[in-house]
């Protein structure tokens, strides 16, 4: 089977997938980006190869445990969560360098944890390092913690 021919193929059975389960597809040339990717590092090329590929790769850690809200899959960039940190600071009446220092006084957890619950609030996919990072480098299992904080707290 050509290249092309599984491309057809893999969109044919994407759109009846993504149907099926009510999803919001991803448009059709960041699939067909994925699905490229995909062949160019299978050898040989296999059409159940790469939708193995596609969707372990690139779906799979997108759609499996949510219904997407919004077009395509949600990523959260640098300057959003930023945007979100200079929020959360200006609501909590503190600066953003006393959110990301290493003091634990109640005040600025209870900010981090706004902070994380708002980025997941706004793209739930969005990997506890990232979070992490952009919280002056904090663990991912912290950001796990804050996650189980928010949730304790919705009850």
């Given at each position: 089977m050509t290249a092309e021919a599984i491309k057809k193929e893999f969109l044919k059975d994407?759109?009846?997938?993504?149907?099926?389960?009510?999803?919001?597809?991803?448009?059709?040339?960041?699939?067909?980006?994925?699905?490229?990717?995909?062949?160019?590092?299978?050898k040989p090329v296999s059409k159940v190869k790469?939708?193995?590929?596609?969707?372990?790769?690139?779906?799979?850690?997108?759609?499996?445990s949510y219904k997407m809200r919004s077009s395509g899959l949600?990523?959260?960039t640098n300057a959003k969560a930023e945007q979100i940190l200079k929020?959360?600071?200006k609501?909590?009446?503190?600066?953003?360098e006393q959110i990301k220092s290493n003091r634990h006084h109640m005040h600025l957890?209870?900010?981090?944890?706004?902070?994380?619950?708002?980025?997941?609030?706004?793209?739930?996919?969005?990997?506890?390092?990232?979070?992490?990072?952009?919280l002056g480098g904090r663990d991912h299992s912290t950001i796990v913690n804050y996650k189980k904080s928010i949730i304790e707290n919705t009850r």
């Open positions: 994407y759109t009846a997938y993504f149907t099926e389960q009510e999803l919001r597809p991803v448009d059709e040339k960041r699939l067909l980006s994925m699905v490229d990717d995909a062949i160019s590092k299978i790469v939708k193995h590929v596609v969707k372990r790769v690139y779906l799979k850690p997108a759609y499996s949600m990523t959260m929020q959360v600071a609501d909590h009446g503190i600066t953003v957890v209870s900010a981090r944890i706004d902070f994380t619950k708002r980025v997941f609030e706004e793209s739930p996919i969005t990997p506890y390092k990232f979070i992490g990072q952009i």
